[in-house]
């Protein structure tokens, strides 16, 4: 069972106490003043911008509260989505772009984007703090990361207990005919937690033995959802026991007083980067440039880490998360990111011809 212990990684990311946040507005009136970003000088800016986001509802709001706060004259227009329709949707408006900023999106599907040509080339400032393994080698950077996001299964306790079943610890446990219709987990063609539990078990598996692997999780699933939230929603509600999900809200979950155990499989979770980058366009706004200064920004950082184990600036004093038996770096497995974007589409529809008929209605 192969892990990667991120000697460059442990040593930079940091850790913290997984919390909760309010809910998400559409858009919000956010910003002015001079900033220096990277590679170019940012002017004093007062205008707007539309910002297209993968990230949690219930994370926008207060993540944005710094940059309102110093920035008050630039408004933000949040376009929020799964990673894999806001994904679908820039592809969808390559020639034509609406986006000026992708913030807190799978870095998967910001390599897409890049392989495509949409990218601008962008070091914000600040960049030199972030970890290696979290942004584009080249310089300007095409794409930043902010933190890592990771598979969890979320299992209700209770629930398993009226069937007299034991809690699943690993991806073979699984797979087990005991939990057959028990288990819910994301659509990866919409979900970016979808994508990264599969991307991860390919890697982990390589492609034939991962394909054999999926086709017997399938015999079990009894749902694939559109959201990476949800399974684990479902699974603290007991609708379904067991949903496969992510850290972060598995554990929201169970703070809330859901009778859930959070499981890492022991064989190592996937993972994705969720990751800012500019638009190329015909317009590219100085508004723009200072988001993304912002959005990697101490300030930032601070409020990114109060819901991510793994952030990709470190923070000082970081102590073991809540709902963390071990260090989460140590849980990821080794994964390749570029190759996980080159393989997209074909793992995409290998999977939709595959599972697809026990996804529900979009």
Wanted: proline share 6%; charged share 25%; glycine share 8%.
């Amino acid at each position: 069972m192969k892990k990667w212990h991120y000697p460059i990684l442990a040593s930079i990311l940091s850790l913290a106490v997984l919390a909760g946040c309010g809910q998400a507005p559409k858009s919000q009136s956010n910003a002015q003043a001079p900033a220096t970003g990277g590679s170019s000088t940012v002017a004093p800016a007062s205008g707007a911008i539309t910002v297209y986001t993968a990230l949690e509802d219930d994370q926008i709001k207060t993540y944005l509260e710094s940059f309102k706060a110093k920035y008050p004259d630039v408004k933000v227009n949040i376009v929020r989505d799964s990673t894999g329709i806001i994904t679908a949707k820039l592809l969808a408006e390559k020639d034509n772009p609406q986006a000026d900023v992708v913030w807190g999106t799978a870095a998967t599907s910001l390599l897409v984007l890049e392989q495509q040509g949409m990218l601008e080339g962008y070091s914000p400032k600040g960049v030199e703090r972030v970890s290696a393994e979290f942004k584009d080698s080249k310089e300007p950077t095409s794409w930043v990361g902010i933190d890592a996001w990771e598979t969890a299964v979320a299992v209700n306790t209770k629930e398993l207990e009226k069937r007299n079943l034991p809690i699943p610890k690993t991806y073979e446990d699984l797979i087990k005919p005991e939990y057959k219709g028990l288990i819910v987990m994301p659509n990866p063609a919409s979900s970016g937690t979808g994508l990264l539990t599969i991307n991860g078990i390919m890697q982990l598996k390589g492609e034939q033995e991962g394909w054999d692997y999926l086709d017997k999780l399938h015999e079990n699933m009894a749902l694939y959802t559109h959201s990476g939230s949800k399974p684990a929603k479902m699974a603290a509600s007991g609708e379904y026991p067991i949903g496969i999900s992510f850290g972060y809200r598995s554990i929201t979950e169970k703070k809330k007083g859901a009778p859930l155990e959070v499981v890492f499989p022991s064989e190592g979770s996937g993972w994705d980067v969720e990751a800012n980058a500019l638009m190329k366009k015909a317009e590219i706004k100085p508004e723009a440039k200072l988001f993304l200064d912002w959005a990697i920004s101490d300030e930032a950082m601070k409020a990114y880490n109060q819901n991510f184990a793994i952030v990709s600036v470190k923070q000082e004093g970081g102590t073991l998360p809540e709902g963390y038996a071990v260090d989460p770096i140590k849980q990821l497995i080794k994964l390749d990111l570029k190759q996980a974007a080159e393989n997209r589409d074909n793992v995409l529809a290998g999977w939709e011809k595959r599972y697809a008929t026990k996804s529900e209605p979009k």
